[in-house]
C-alpha cells in the first residue's frame, strides 16, 4: 500500500467520524486506566456495566484500594477474567498511591511497570487521557491493518512500529479509534462488511465479500 492511499483512508476516517472517542466510559485519567486494565478479553459494554456501578462509589487509588480484592470482586464479577483483574486493580492503586502521588503517570515506562498493565493498556491511556501520538493495537486494529495492507506485520508490535512509521501525522491522534472501531463495525473477523465499507476501493484485501 503506497502513501497516497494511507492518507485517504484516513482521510475518509475522519470525514466519516470527526472526533472519535473510545467507548469505555470514564471521567478521569484513573477511570481510564482502571477500565482498560478490566477490559482485557472482554467488552466495553461489559466493563461499563460494572464501572457504572463502581465508580459511584470508589474511583480514585484510594477508595478502590480501600475496597480490598473481595471488596472489588463484587462490583467486577461480572468481568471475565476477574479474579487476576481484581488483584492487579488493587495492586496498581496500592502502587499509585504509594509512587505516584495516587496520580497516572505519564510515560510508558511508569505506567507498564503497574501490575495488569501490558503495552496496549499503556499505550491507549497515553493517547486517550494525555493526547500522546501512540497506537495501541488490538485484535480489531490488527486485524485490520493486515488485511487492508494498511501496516502489515506478524505480531502487534510489529504492526504498531509500522502503522507509527505508516500514518500521516495529522492522524494519528484518532488513528487508533478510527481502526478499532473500523474493526468492531465493518470490517469484523468472520465476514467483513465490505459493501458497506467506506474505504472498499483502497482496501487491498483479495477475498472481498459483498454485503447480503
Same mark, same amino acid.
Given at each position: 500500500?503506497?502513501?497516497? *492511499? @494511507?492518507?485517504?483512508?484516513?482521510?475518509? &476516517?475522519?470525514?466519516?467520524?470527526?472526533?472519535?472517542? +473510545?467507548?469505555?466510559?470514564?471521567?478521569?485519567?484513573?477511570? $481510564?486506566?482502571?477500565?482498560?486494565?478490566?477490559? =482485557?478479553?472482554?467488552?466495553?459494554?461489559?466493563?461499563?456495566?460494572?464501572?457504572?456501578?463502581?465508580?459511584?462509589? =470508589?474511583?480514585?487509588?484510594?477508595?478502590?484500594?480501600?475496597?480490598?480484592?473481595?471488596?472489588?470482586?463484587?462490583?467486577?464479577?461480572?468481568?471475565?477474567?476477574?479474579?487476576? *483483574?481484581?488483584?492487579? %486493580?488493587? *495492586?496498581?492503586?496500592?502502587?499509585?498511591?504509594? $509512587?505516584?502521588?495516587?496520580? %497516572?503517570?505519564?510515560? @510508558?515506562?511508569?505506567?507498564?511497570?503497574?501490575?495488569?498493565?501490558?503495552? *496496549? +493498556?499503556?499505550?491507549? %491511556? $497515553?493517547? +486517550?487521557? &494525555?493526547?500522546?501520538?501512540?497506537? =495501541?493495537?488490538?485484535?480489531?486494529? &490488527?486485524? %485490520?491493518?493486515?488485511?487492508?495492507?494498511?501496516?502489515?506485520?506478524?505480531?502487534?508490535?510489529?504492526?504498531?512500529?509500522?502503522? !507509527?512509521?505508516?500514518?500521516?501525522?495529522?492522524?494519528?491522534?484518532?488513528?487508533?479509534?478510527?481502526?478499532? $472501531?473500523?474493526? @468492531?463495525?465493518?470490517? !469484523?473477523?468472520?465476514?467483513?462488511?465490505?459493501?458497506?465499507?467506506?474505504?472498499?476501493?483502497?482496501?487491498?484485501?483479495?477475498?472481498?465479500?459483498?454485503?447480503?
Amino acid at each position: 500500500m503506497n502513501k497516497n *492511499k @494511507r492518507q485517504q483512508i484516513f482521510e475518509r &476516517f475522519r470525514t466519516e467520524n470527526p472526533s472519535p472517542k +473510545t467507548e469505555l466510559e470514564y471521567a478521569s485519567p484513573f477511570e $481510564l486506566l482502571i477500565a482498560v486494565i478490566l477490559s =482485557a478479553q472482554a467488552t466495553d459494554v461489559g466493563v461499563n456495566k460494572a464501572t457504572r456501578k463502581l465508580y459511584p462509589i =470508589a474511583n480514585t487509588p484510594k477508595a478502590i484500594y480501600k475496597l480490598g480484592v473481595e471488596g472489588l470482586k463484587e462490583y467486577i464479577k461480572t468481568i471475565g477474567l476477574y479474579n487476576s *483483574k481484581a488483584n492487579n %486493580v488493587i *495492586k496498581t492503586c496500592r502502587m499509585l498511591v504509594e $509512587l505516584h502521588d495516587s496520580e %497516572v503517570p505519564q510515560t @510508558r515506562d511508569a505506567l507498564e511497570a503497574l501490575p495488569g498493565v501490558g503495552r *496496549k +493498556t499503556a499505550n491507549v %491511556v $497515553l493517547n +486517550t487521557a &494525555f493526547g500522546q501520538p501512540t497506537m =495501541a493495537v488490538d485484535t480489531h486494529i &490488527f486485524r %485490520v491493518s493486515n488485511r487492508t495492507a494498511i501496516a502489515k506485520g506478524k505480531d502487534v508490535v510489529e504492526v504498531e512500529k509500522r502503522l !507509527v512509521k505508516f500514518i500521516p501525522d495529522e492522524f494519528m491522534m484518532d488513528a487508533h479509534h478510527w481502526l478499532i $472501531l473500523h474493526g @468492531r463495525y465493518t470490517c !469484523v473477523a468472520r465476514k467483513p462488511r465490505c459493501g458497506s465499507c467506506t474505504i472498499e476501493d483502497l482496501c487491498e484485501f483479495k477475498q472481498k465479500v459483498g454485503n447480503d
